[in-house]
């Protein structure tokens, strides 16, 4: 009796399940999630190609040629311009074109050459001065039937190392230095110019001698007698 009771539960049982799956309302889908996925693009879409050129070109105004600067300015409000309204006086055009011949004429003499400014010669200082006694007995000394000179030089002589020496000669030497003082006139040999340069040339007489002798600025050292001295 058992088993039928048995068989009867499960049968029940089985189509209970079957009517309350049969009964269960079905389940609709999302609307957002059907909007995503109709909206959505795939990473890898490709792109649309433009066949038209995103920039448009256009010409360049090309810059006008300038006036050269020997051709007349025309007349235009820039070059001219207008009177003001109170002005009755024309515009001063000829004083303007006169003034054009004076400036090229300043250019003129601005383009020439200047002359160059002229040094002043300063008066060369004597190599030689001569007294008064000296120019007399050298006076003397020149008139003579036949005429010469008398040429100042020096030598190697004396414990100082230089001594005066003067000497008759018919010309001048190529460098010689010419000193005339009153209507005389003295040679100073080239050599010996650097040693007497600036000297005083006297003549002097005394008990014991008569004899030429030279104040010289240039002198260093001198001998105890004068005979010779050192520049």
Known sequence: MSSPRIALSRASTGLLGRRITTSAPRTRPCENILRQFSNYQPWYAPEKLQTTPSYQPYPLNSPRPSQPRNEPIPETSIANP????HETRPPSQPAAAAAQPDVAIREQEAQKPRPAPKRKLRPRKAALKLTSSAVEHLRGL????????????????GCSGLSYHLDYVDKPGAFDEEVE??????????????SIIGSEMDWIEDKLSQRFIFRNPNIKEECGCGESFMV
């Open 181 to 194: 003082q009153d209507g005389v006139k003295v040679l100073i040999d080239s050599k010996a110019l650097f």
């Open 142 to 157: 020149l008139d003579q039937p036949e005429p010469k000179l008398i040429k100042v030089g020096v030598r190697n002589r």
């Open 82 to 85: 207008v009177p003001k309204v």
